[in-house]
């Protein structure tokens, strides 16, 4: 049966699928599983996420089968607009959210925004000579085997290289498949540690940063 893949680009109506996406990517690494995930606090922190995602993002694609939302790519271009934060919501009542969480919660939201930020800012110092990033690409278990990210990522290749990009950077966990970006061309030049004392138990976690060339 000939399935229906369409590439567009991202809508507002698309974020909320595109929250499950990253549930499914980074839920294990995040320790987003000992979250009440219909919370108020719950959805804040996916927007906070997002926002990270989005606030620098230039370029960003949906994948489509036979309708529906089954794959994303958010990536960002050093020279060229920045246009997709506004389709996040209201930040201030975000913030108000991210306070009804309980003190375990607070305390691992802000555990794992820290660690991250910490480590990945070790790994950022070497990325002075790359054009754009690639943010964030993920795909719907359902969805995998159709070679959607590949589609995906194809698109992506096309805009950098539209944009005159010569080389691109991403960073990754151990706790993330990274076999797609090693059989599509990634090189990884460098690498730290992220330790993270959750409320439910200690985490470690391997950050790798990725390069890309045009």
Same mark, same amino acid.
């Not at 930040?91 to 108000?96: G, R």
């Given at each position: 049966?000939?399935?229906?893949?369409?590439? !567009?680009?991202?809508?507002? $109506?698309?974020?909320?699928?595109?929250?499950? #996406?990253?549930?499914?990517?980074?839920?294990?690494?995040?320790?987003?599983?000992?979250?009440?995930? &219909?919370?108020?606090?719950?959805? /804040?922190?996916?927007?906070?996420? #997002?926002?990270?995602?989005?606030?620098? @993002?230039?370029?960003? !694609?949906?994948?489509?089968?036979?309708?529906?939302?089954?794959?994303?790519? #958010? @990536?960002?271009?050093?020279?060229?607009?920045?246009?997709?934060?506004?389709?996040?919501?209201?930040?201030?009542?975000?913030?108000?959210?991210?306070?009804?969480? *309980?003190?375990?919660? !607070?305390?691992?939201?802000?555990?794992?925004? $820290?660690? =991250?930020?910490?480590?990945?800012?070790?790994? #950022? =110092?070497?990325?002075?000579?790359?054009?754009? =990033?690639?943010?964030?690409?993920?795909?719907?278990?359902?969805?995998?085997?159709?070679?959607?990210?590949?589609?995906?990522? *194809?698109?992506?290749?096309?805009?950098?290289?539209?944009?005159? @990009?010569? /080389?691109?950077?991403?960073? =990754?966990? *151990?706790? @993330?498949?990274?076999?797609?970006?090693?059989?599509?061309?990634?090189?990884?030049?460098?690498?730290?540690?992220?330790?993270? &004392?959750?409320?439910?138990?200690?985490?470690?976690?391997?950050?790798?940063?990725?390069?890309?060339?045009?």
């Amino acid at each position: 049966m000939t399935k229906n893949i369409t590439i !567009r680009e991202i809508t507002e $109506s698309d974020i909320p699928v595109i929250k499950p #996406l990253i549930i499914e990517a980074f839920g294990e690494g995040w320790n987003l599983g000992r979250y009440d995930q &219909n919370s108020d606090f719950f959805n /804040a922190a996916m927007e906070v996420y #997002l926002s990270i995602f989005l606030g620098g @993002c230039t370029f960003a !694609r949906v994948a489509t089968l036979d309708g529906k939302v089954v794959g994303a790519i #958010l @990536c960002g271009e050093k020279n060229d607009t920045k246009k997709f934060i506004h389709l996040l919501g209201n930040m201030a009542s975000n913030s108000l959210a991210l306070l009804t969480g *309980s003190d375990a919660e !607070r305390q691992d939201f802000i555990e794992h925004l $820290s660690n =991250s930020f910490e480590a990945m800012g070790k790994l #950022l =110092s070497n990325t002075g000579r790359h054009g754009g =990033s690639l943010d964030f690409i993920a795909v719907t278990e359902e969805s995998k085997g159709l070679k959607i990210g590949k589609q995906l990522w *194809s698109e992506a290749v096309k805009y950098f290289k539209s944009q005159k @990009c010569k /080389a691109i950077y991403l960073i =990754s966990d *151990s706790a @993330c498949n990274t076999g797609f970006y090693d059989h599509n061309g990634f090189k990884k030049i460098d690498q730290t540690e992220a330790n993270y &004392n959750y409320s439910n138990g200690k985490k470690r976690f391997d950050i790798f940063l990725y390069e890309y060339k045009f």
